[in-house]
């Protein structure tokens, strides 16, 4: 019988006690991540980030019932494996650190091997409780299922519930679920003015609608699964109306899996057909997206770039921001995400940094999104940045085109 995981960290732990060169371990706990609709999926691409980062370091990875993670690896080479770690976590936290019962506690843990060997043993039985635990909470959520199914419950995404919903989506008016908000271009003393239109879907939504008792980020390669499902479907939407394409730029959120399908190469077929620029498509990409398999993306960017398509990374932070080049991205826009912390009244050596970013990613190229108030207009001016996207702008836009109307 095939051991299980937890048992196969303890046995690890007494092995690398006697291996010739001294090891490291460092737990990094994902179940600290907060609920949000895509942490199954953000965990997954982190996971696989991770992996991609250290993969030639010669270390062993354990993951375990609850998400959480070990990597032992050689001690020799911690210095990376700490590199690989403070990428990570700035998937997921600007700190590092999560709330736990009240107390703040850090995504990551090191130990060396030898030296920490007797907590490591018990860290390793605890998780073995745990499995057992979840384990038999699973069960008792299977029987109690079969005798409440008349009440209206709520269940984890499951492949036989997710082949309903998948069922479910394919008599779906997607169009309601669609959401539209513009990138805007705003300059002193100018009118906003739309540069382009992003489309996307709003799963809350489309959860709330078709599948309400349905936990449908529960299972991160399922919830995946759907997401691609979702991206085929707004794909065959843009091409019922691809004629929109030549009123405004439109951007869509598409998956790397989804650009290297063939609806998506339909799609293009499409484009030449009805001759419309491809620049007028911006692909917006999810950042750990693109780090969770960076060849994938590589190929799909080439590709797209070769045919003339715009491109964006999504999900950037001021602190992530530092650890990406646009140039050698090679993609056109980068999305940051607004902050509250980021004001134009940052001290001075802060401020400095922030416009160095900007700079260095294109004053013109860098994207503030998320924009809900004056201040982060007035932050993006004072750091150089000349495009947004947000609540704010959309209310902007609202009250100029009545004044544009008014005045005739």
């Known amino acids: 019988m095939k051991p299980n995981t937890e048992t196969s960290l303890l046995e690890a732990i007494e092995r ?7 090891f490291g371990a460092v737990l990094l706990r994902y179940s600290l991540v907060p609920p949000s609709p895509r942490r199954a999926q953000f965990v997954q691409v982190a996971a696989h980030a991770f992996s991609n980062f250290t993969y030639k370091l010669a270390g062993a990875t354990f993951p375990q019932k609850n998400f959480d993670c070990f990597f032992f690896f050689p001690l020799a080479s911690q210095a990376k494996v700490q590199e690989a770690v403070q990428k990570l976590r700035t998937l997921f936290s600007d700190e590092g650190m999560f709330e736990e019962d009240g107390v703040l506690q850090p995504f990551d843990s090191w130990f060396e091997v030898v030296r920490d060997a007797e907590e490591l043993a018990r860290m390793a039985r605890r998780y073995q409780d745990l499995a057992a635990t979840l384990q038999a909470e699973s069960g008792k959520s299977a029987a109690d299922g079969a005798w409440m199914s008349s009440k209206v419950i709520t269940m984890d995404l499951d492949s036989k519930s997710l082949s309903k919903i998948v069922d479910l989506l394919a008599n779906v008016k997607l169009a309601h679920f669609v959401q539209r908000q513009p990138v805007c271009a705003v300059g002193f003393n100018q009118p906003v003015q739309a540069v382009f239109e992003e489309c996307y879907v709003s799963f809350q939504d489309l959860q709330a609608s078709v599948c309400p008792t349905i936990n449908i980020y529960a299972d991160k390669w399922l919830f995946q699964y759907l997401t691609n499902t979702v991206d085929k479907r707004m794909l065959s939407m843009a091409m019922e109306d691809l004629a ?28 030449t057909q009805l001759a419309i620029p491809r620049g007028r498509v911006v692909i917006e990409l999810q950042r750990i997206d693109i780090f969770s398999d960076f060849g994938g993306f590589s190929f799909a960017r080439d590709y797209l770039l070769e045919r003339g398509y715009t491109i964006c990374v999504d999900g950037m932070t001021h602190q992530s921001l530092q650890f990406i080049d646009r140039n050698q991205l090679k993609v056109d826009f ?5 902050s509250p912390e980021l004001t134009d009244g940052l001290p001075a050596r802060k401020l400095a940094e922030m416009k160095e970013l900007v700079k ?3 004053t013109a190229r860098l994207i503030l999104t998320r924009c809900d108030n004056d201040t982060a207009l007035r932050f993006g001016r004072s ?26």
């Open 16 to 22: 690398l006690q006697q291996a010739p060169a001294p």
């Open 244 to 271: 929109a394409f030549t009123k405004t730029p439109v951007s869509m959120n598409l998956n790397v899996e989804t650009l290297l399908s063939k609806q998506f190469l339909e799609f293009d077929r499409q484009m």
């Open 334 to 338: 980068v999305k940051m995400i607004w």
């Open 360 to 362: 260095r990613i294109g």
């Open 383 to 408: 750091a150089g940045i000349s495009l947004f996207q947000g609540r704010y702008f959309d209310q902007r836009l609202r009250v100029q085109k009545i004044t544009d109307s008014d005045s005739y």
